[in-house]
């Protein structure tokens, strides 16, 4: 089967780093994405990557990449409170058109 | 744009009743599909489309029908509801690229008692 894991909570204090982890099980997903969901409201896509990257850079978001191991993180640097969501991961099984998702991981800032 | 909408926003059903839930986009998006997010279990798929006539089953159809007769609209029907289907539903929409945003609906809350 596909299943796409992800840890329930995260509590950081505002200015650290968050960092949420994701483990997927299709090795043959060529993109993966991570998804946030503020309360109340639907997904946001935050960033994506093409499994041929390592790392991808964007603004106070780095993702990273380990294709061997199937794990994929997302890291927030100065962590604001406006951070606090649930943020998911998904990916995209080659050859489909279906997005599976991660079990979510909701992040908490502390002020 | 008004991106994608859902109706109703909030429904209380009881055991049996029939529904549907509707999702309209107005970006002329090919992929269209539902979700269902319970606690704990992330969101997962119920039915996609990937143009008008063409549906097809996600990880999760059983109880559920859909139907695409127009690029703009794709509702999800309870024929007979059960408490199991209390759930958030998401409707999205994007065009067929896997690098293509999935634009979300603001979610359906529905409660089957």
């Known amino acids: 089967g596909e299943d796409v894991e992800q840890s329930l909570f995260l509590s950081v204090r505002e200015g650290d780093s968050s960092v949420i982890n994701c483990t997927y099980t299709?090795?043959?997903?060529?993109?993966l994405y991570w998804y946030k969901q503020e309360p109340g409201a639907g997904l946001q896509l935050l960033t994506y990557?093409?499994?041929?990257?390592d790392m991808k850079q964007d603004q106070r978001l780095t993702v990273l990449l380990n294709k061997k191991d199937k794990h994929l993180s997302l890291r927030i640097a100065d962590t604001q409170t406006g951070d606090s969501a649930i943020y998911f991961c998904?990916?995209?099984?080659?050859?489909?058109?279906?997005?599976?998702f991660g079990t979510g991981t909701r992040l908490k800032v502390l002020a | 744009n008004a991106g994608v909408t859902q109706t109703p926003k909030f429904q209380v059903l009881k055991t049996g009743q029939s529904m549907t839930l509707q999702c309209a986009q107005d970006?002329?998006?090919?992929?269209m599909s539902w979700y269902r997010q319970d606690p704990g279990m992330g969101l997962r798929l119920i039915h996609y489309?990937?143009?008008?006539?063409?549906?097809d089953q996600g990880e999760v159809p059983n109880g559920y029908n859909v139907s695409r007769s127009t690029t703009e609209d794709f509702p999800l029907r309870l024929l007979s509801a059960a408490p199991s289907q209390t759930s958030v539903y998401f409707c999205?929409?994007?065009?067929?690229?896997?690098?293509?945003?999935?634009?979300f609906g603001p979610g359906t809350r529905l409660t089957v008692l």
């Open positions: 990557i093409f499994s041929n990257m």
């Open positions: 299709d090795s043959s997903s060529t993109y």
């Open positions: 970006m002329n998006h090919e992929y």
């Open positions: 999205a929409s994007s065009t067929k690229g896997p690098t293509d945003t999935q634009y």
């Open positions: 489309s990937v143009g008008a006539g063409i549906t």
């Open positions: 998904a990916e995209t099984p080659p050859g489909t058109y279906k997005y599976i």
